[in-house]
Nanobody, 115 residues
Framework: VQLQACGGGLVQAGGSLRLSCAAS????????MEWYRQAPGTERELVAS???????NYADYVKGRFTISGDIANNTVYLQMNSLKPEDTAMYYC??????????WGQGTLVTVSS
């Protein structure tokens, strides 16, 4: 089973993108879905997460601009990104987690925001 992320691209500052991530097959036991990002020369960082109960969490720098949504039962997660800034430029990765040692990573989708 693989996670396939898509929706990245080149957008001007202030624009919007919607990322999607879906599993190629059925994955069981997932209780959290997350989006991470990694810019060149930096560590991968958590952007947003959603739990099986629907609780969401966001990094401070995306609050009010990004919205995570998803369906754990159908193994899909989305990230709506509005009011994009050049500093949002990064490779974005999705991750499905069922515990500390049970998780899947997507291959990444590149988001480039021009000023």
């Amino acid at each position: 089973v693989q996670l396939q992320a898509c929706g990245g691209g080149l957008v001007q500052a202030g624009g919007s993108l919607r990322l999607s991530c879906a599993a190629s097959g059925s994955i069981f036991g997932i209780n959290e879905m997350e989006w991470y990002r990694q810019a060149p020369g930096t560590e991968r960082e958590l952007v947003a997460s959603i739990s099986s109960g629907g609780s969401t969490n966001y990094a401070d720098y995306v609050k009010g601009r990004f919205t995570i949504s998803g369906d754990i039962a159908n193994n899909t997660v989305y990230l709506q990104m509005n009011s994009l800034k050049p500093e949002d430029t990064a490779m974005y990765y999705c991750k499905f987690s069922g515990g500390a040692w049970y998780y899947y990573w997507g291959q990444g989708t590149l988001v480039t925001v021009s000023s």
